[in-house]
């Protein structure tokens, strides 16, 4: 059974704009200790698991008709001389969700490749497509960085 890559991109989309970036409600975690948020439509579920605060390494599901197609792993989280700065963190998570809001098609893993709101901007590359890829961002408050997150991830094919 193929999934279609370009359904697949645009439910990518929505469920992150419905999950974290839209402050979607979480939902009992699989795993104690982790926070995780789910989005469902149709025969496709998403669900985003992460544990921590300040570095916060998590993982990105999807399921079609119940058996896992897709999946992004991320670590990363506030540089180490903003770890203990809650209010700080809160601003700049703030952020992220805003630039994660504007997730592309084209690019369905994590946010734009540039986004700015005044003292604010989010930079994100990335290599590959959705069926396998990587990337990095970075966000610049006052043009330093308080910010960095690596991912990797793609199809998952079954034997």
């Known amino acids: 059974m193929?999934?279609?890559?370009?359904?697949?991109?645009?439910f990518l989309v929505k469920a992150k704009s419905q999950a974290y970036a839209?402050?979607?409600?979480?939902?009992?975690?699989?795993?104690?200790g982790f926070k995780e948020l789910e989005f469902i439509e149709r025969d496709l579920e998403y669900r985003?698991?992460?544990a921590g605060f300040y570095f916060a390494p998590g993982q990105e599901i999807v399921r079609f008709q119940g058996r896992p197609v897709w999946a992004m792993a991320?670590?990363?989280?506030?540089?180490?001389?903003?770890?203990?700065?809650?209010?700080?963190?809160?601003?700049?998570?703030?952020?992220?969700?805003?630039?994660?809001?504007?997730?592309?098609?084209?690019?369905?893993?994590?946010?734009?490749?540039?986004?700015r709101d005044?003292?604010?901007?989010y930079?994100?590359?990335?290599e590959g497509d959705?069926?396998?890829?990587?990337?990095?961002?970075?966000?610049?408050?006052?043009r330093k960085e308080v910010f960095r997150q690596h991912y990797i991830g793609g199809l998952i094919l079954p034997k």
Do not use: C
């Open 22 to 32: 839209g402050d979607g409600k979480e939902i009992p975690p699989q795993r104690p």
């Open 74 to 115: 991320y670590s990363g989280g506030m540089r180490p001389e903003h770890h203990g700065q809650r209010d700080f963190a809160k601003q700049t998570f703030t952020f992220v969700k805003q630039a994660l809001s504007r997730v592309e098609v084209s690019r369905p893993f994590r946010g734009p490749e540039n986004f």
């Open 123 to 126: 930079t994100g590359t990335s």
């Open 130 to 142: 959705i069926t396998d890829f990587k990337g990095t961002e970075h966000i610049l408050y006052q």
């Open 118 to 121: 005044g003292e604010w901007e």
């Open 2 to 10: 193929e999934i279609n890559l370009e359904g697949l991109a645009r």
């Open 48 to 50: 985003d698991s992460y």
